[in-house]
C-alpha cells in the first residue's frame, strides 16, 4: 500500500465486545473502507486493532467502531495515532494474545 497520505490507528477497544461479532464487524467495515491491517481478541477481554489507509477513512472507521455492532457495548476506545508504514496488504483476524 502506498503510505502517501496515509495514516495508521492502533486502537484498544474496552467494554463488551467478545463474543458479539466485533471482529467481523470491523473486517467487514474496513473492507468496504479499503483499509487494511488487522483486528484481534486479547485475553483480557479487549479487542485491538491496527488500521492504515486515508485518514478520514481510519476516521469512519473510529466513528464505528466507536458504536460496535448492535450485541456490542463499547465502554473505550484508546487511540494511538501514528504515521502509515505500509507494511499491510489487507484486513485480517489475528488470533489472540
Do not use: C, K, Y
Request: glycine share 12%; no cysteine.
Amino acid at each position: 500500500m502506498n503510505v502517501e497520505g496515509n495514516i495508521r490507528l492502533s486502537a484498544r477497544v474496552q467494554g463488551r465486545v467478545q463474543g458479539v461479532g466485533f471482529r467481523a464487524f470491523v473486517v467487514q467495515h474496513a473492507g468496504n473502507l479499503g483499509l487494511v491491517g488487522w483486528v484481534r481478541n486479547t485475553s483480557d477481554g479487549d479487542v485491538e486493532m491496527t488500521v492504515e489507509g486515508p485518514r478520514t477513512s481510519v476516521e469512519t472507521l473510529l466513528t464505528l467502531v466507536e458504536d460496535g455492532p448492535r450485541s456490542a457495548h463499547v465502554i473505550n476506545v484508546q487511540r494511538n495515532w501514528q504515521p502509515a508504514t505500509g507494511e499491510f496488504d489487507r484486513f485480517e483476524i489475528l488470533r489472540t494474545v
